[in-house]
């Protein structure tokens, strides 16, 4: 099981295992800087980046956080290159990281993010959600979403962005659209696109952008927000560039989404008993915040009342102060649910915590193994502290007898597992 930067490891009687879910393998590109190369070249639906480029004051390129391995050492220097190429001064460039409603990425962390070279040469800046004077108000949206975007990207002349497609538990996908909202919108956005009513409406889910709420809004607000131009990639189990899709927001994204659906998607006949899933590792599983994500993926093959067996490593702990303070506050799931229903939004990432507890209400039990987070805290998150994922398998096996149907992800959430037979909830 993916673990931190290492694994964990978790023994499944054979007569127990209904299926382990992988990415399905697949080759890596030959010349991924060429590829790159290529595709600022030949977009798909724009005109090539050079010649969008040419005329333009300047330029912003909005980059993922920590949180998403995204090869910026990779994609970046062919953007960059062409930006100034094409007339724009390397002065006139901002690398705008999105962090949406994260933490901002700085010191070394921000070395890793983009590597040294690029960090000394150009100016490379974090989005901050919760600074409010940043943002230019737009107004609010026909779907009442109040629109406050970074006015550093608001007022670039030329804005592009870059991402990683993989799976979303609520956008369907990540990538496109993303990396404007949230990626640098405000806190006033986010408290209506991460609402209640859009979390639990039920296509709002992982692998899905056709009806998907979440998603055709946020398309269609970034179009109106503006965006000239993406670069998105696609990576294989071993985070190796498989492919890239640049060009329209909407087109290009679509194109990356249908080549990934080909290795990410795999089926089960039945949902099972027991699932012994984790967060992918990392940068996912460092706090609990995100490993939610990995949990999602687990619910969507568990049987009502089935139990997971989750590893994560934690080594940051629960995530925010506000997500924390959620959590501290948190009696149980339903409790917490009803809290949400009224037209007051309550604070800072409760939207994740509303997955979480959709996830408690599902199954039975939720076991986190964790070598780095107290169990105290995982007693707070209502999820039961296992010393190891054997132990917590032998556990699981006490709830729904030796007969228990198993399934393992030891890839998390970067795998859209799914039933053939529908769900009985």
């Known amino acids: 099981m993916a673990y931190g930067k290492g694994t ?130 737009l107004g609010i949206s026909e779907e009442g979403v109040p629109l406050l975007v970074d006015r550093r990207y608001i007022e670039a002349d030329l804005r592009i962005l870059t991402g990683l497609i993989e799976p979303h538990l609520m956008a369907g996908y990540s990538g496109g659209r993303k990396g404007v909202l949230p990626g640098v919108c405000s806190l006033e956005t986010m408290k209506v696109m991460h609402g209640y009513k859009v979390i639990q409406h039920p296509l709002t889910v992982v692998g899905r952008l056709d009806d998907n709420p979440f998603h055709l809004t946020a398309l269609r607000l970034t179009r109106q927000i503006g965006a000239e131009f993406i670069v998105n990639v696609i990576l294989n189990e071993r985070r ?28 089960i006949e039945q949902p099972v008993d027991i699932v012994v899933g984790c967060s992918g590792g990392y940068p996912l599983d460092q706090t609990f915040y995100q490993c939610i994500k990995g949990m999602v993926a687990a619910k969507e093959i568990l049987k009502p009342g089935g139990t997971i067996v989750f590893a994560s490593h934690l080594g940051e702990g629960m995530g925010s102060e506000p997500f924390q303070q959620l959590v501290n506050e948190l009696t149980t799931p339903q409790a917490f649910l009803e809290s949400l229903e009224g037209p007051d939004y309550r604070q800072l990432d409760q939207w994740m915590l509303q997955d979480h507890c959709n996830i408690l209400l599902h199954a039975g039990e939720i076991q986190v193994f964790s070598e780095h987070l107290s169990k105290d805290w995982l007693n707070k998150a209502l999820v039961v502290p296992i010393e190891s994922l054997d132990a917590g398998l032998e556990r699981a096996f006490h709830r729904h007898g030796p007969e228990a149907r198993v399934a393992v992800m030891p890839q998390g959430p970067y795998v859209i597992a799914r039933t053939m037979e529908p769900m009985q909830v």
């Open 8 to 137: 964990a490891s978790v023994h499944v009687p054979e007569g127990n295992l209904d299926k382990i879910f992988r990415v399905h393998p697949w080759e890596p590109l030959v010349q991924p800087t060429q590829a790159v190369e290529q595709s600022l070249l030949n977009p798909i639906g724009t005109p090539p980046l050079q010649e969008l480029a040419q005329g333009r004051r300047d330029a912003v390129v909005v980059i993922s956080d920590i949180t998403r391995p995204v090869p910026n050492r990779l994609i970046l220097p062919p953007i960059l290159e062409t930006l100034e190429q094409s007339g724009i001064p390397r002065e006139k460039i901002l690398i705008l990281i999105a962090t949406g409603m994260h933490r901002p990425n700085e010191g070394e962390e921000l070395i890793e993010l983009v590597g040294e070279e690029i960090a000394e040469k150009y100016r490379v800046e974090n989005h901050s959600g919760t600074d409010r004077e940043a943002h230019v108000d």
């Open 240 to 267: 190796e560039l498989t492919g890239v899709f640049s060009g329209d927001l909407d087109q290009a994204h679509r194109a990356g989404v249908a080549e990934l659906e080909k290795f990410v998607v795999d089926e």
